[in-house]
């Protein structure tokens, strides 16, 4: 035995902010008394937006040392800040409460918190109250650090565009497998819909639509730009000229239903997956991932087809390039579905993000992210 005293403060030492304790203490466990999480919130005076402000400090236990200053035993602090409130914003998400998170720097918002009566919440934090957190806001209070930066996202968005711009080049390139012909394009051109589901599921809809909105006009400048250089004079000299407008020259008709089927499908796919995600609270990925391509799909698939071939194509023809072209990128997602798994996963535990739209303005017209 080490002391023959008491803890009166216990499970929570007790910190003041401006002289006054927290209005509300959270612990949350780590199945030994010498590790848990620990989080003290504190009602600020004012409002933002009509919303109360609460200042939270977050500290994480990681064990028992002796303290020479106070010759008594004392808890161990993670001295990571940045790495425990990440931790915290995290298990706030993953109760399907938050509707968007925001990692930045000084009075940035890092979480919006709905309303909700409950002692326990899903993720273990625990409160004697039957009160949970009430529309709070969550700030990296006082810190000088930078607005965050996603570490992926741009790396994300430029593999997307890539994969769009490329698909719509070898589009024209028949492939054989076996006694099956896919184009170029039908195999490409389903990544860019695992690449929205995950931008919807990790950055949310405001994320998502950012990157459809550059995809669009990345297809536009492409399309204009190829047959701008394929109608300039070719040098007599040069004798690729037919080649090379095999491959950049775009028949408009075909521009503009292109354009149009990928806008339409892929707001389509990603405002699926955003409210199937509140539906189901963040659950069931799979369901998300392969149901917003069911419907994202068939938008573009029908789209695309119907403005392109109307005309040229019997009425059965076009019906059966719908549904085979349907089919096979369906199935495309559904065997893709593990690998959106494995990225989403990393994506969240590295970006310290995980967004759930309860907030947000569904339309592709808004700027906000």
């Known amino acids: 035995m080490a002391e023959m005293r008491g803890y009166q403060e216990a499970p929570v030492s007790v910190l003041l902010l401006d002289g006054r304790p927290p209005d509300l203490v959270f612990e949350k466990m780590n199945d030994t008394f010498a590790a848990r999480h620990h989080l003290r919130i504190w ?46 914003v995290n298990d706030l998400m993953l109760t399907g409460l938050v509707a968007r998170a925001l990692a930045g720097g000084a009075k940035r918002s890092a979480a919006r918190v709905v309303q909700r009566h409950r002692r326990r919440s899903e993720n273990g934090w625990r409160h004697g109250s039957a009160q949970f957190l009430i529309s709070v806001l969550l700030y ?36 054989a497998f076996g006694p ?16 929205g589901d995950i931008f919807t599921e990790v950055y949310g809809y405001g994320g998502s639509r950012r990157i459809i ?41 075909l521009v503009v239903a292109s354009l149009i ?3 339409c499908g892929e707001f389509a796919n990603s405002f699926t997956l955003a409210k199937m995600k509140l539906i189901t609270k963040g659950r069931y990925l799979w369901t998300r991932t392969v149901g917003s391509t069911v419907v994202g799909q068939a938008i573009d698939t029908v789209i695309l087809v119907l403005i392109a071939f109307t005309g040229e194509v019997t009425s059965s023809g076009i019906w059966r390039l719908i549904l085979s072209a349907y089919l096979f990128k369906v199935v495309y997602e559904v065997i893709a579905t593990p690998a959106t798994y494995a990225i989403v996963g990393f994506l969240k535990r590295t970006e310290g993000i995980d967004t759930f739209d309860y907030k947000t303005r569904f339309t592709p017209f808004a700027t906000e992210i």
């Open 213 to 253: 909105w550059i995809g669009f006009l990345a297809n536009a400048v492409m399309a204009g730009l190829g047959n701008l250089i394929v109608a300039l004079p070719a040098a007599p000299e040069w004798k690729n000229q037919e080649a090379f407008a095999i491959v950049f020259h775009q028949v408009p008709r």
């Open 180 to 195: 099956f012909r896919v184009s170029g394009a039908q195999l490409l051109f389903p990544i860019t819909y695992i690449f």
């Open 140 to 175: 990296n209070w006082g810190l000088n650090e930078k607005a965050h930066v996603f570490k992926y996202y741009d790396l994300l968005a430029s593999i997307f565009i890539v994969v769009l711009v490329i698909s719509n080049l070898v589009g024209q390139k028949i492939c």
């Open 261 to 263: 089927a990928y806008w």
């Open 43 to 88: 009602k600020r005076p004012g409002t933002f937006g009509g919303n109360p402000i609460w200042v939270c400090a977050a500290t994480h236990d990681t064990g028992i040392s002796f303290s020479d200053e106070t010759r008594t035993f004392i808890h161990k602090i993670e001295p990571r800040i940045d790495v425990e409130r990440a931790k915290v």
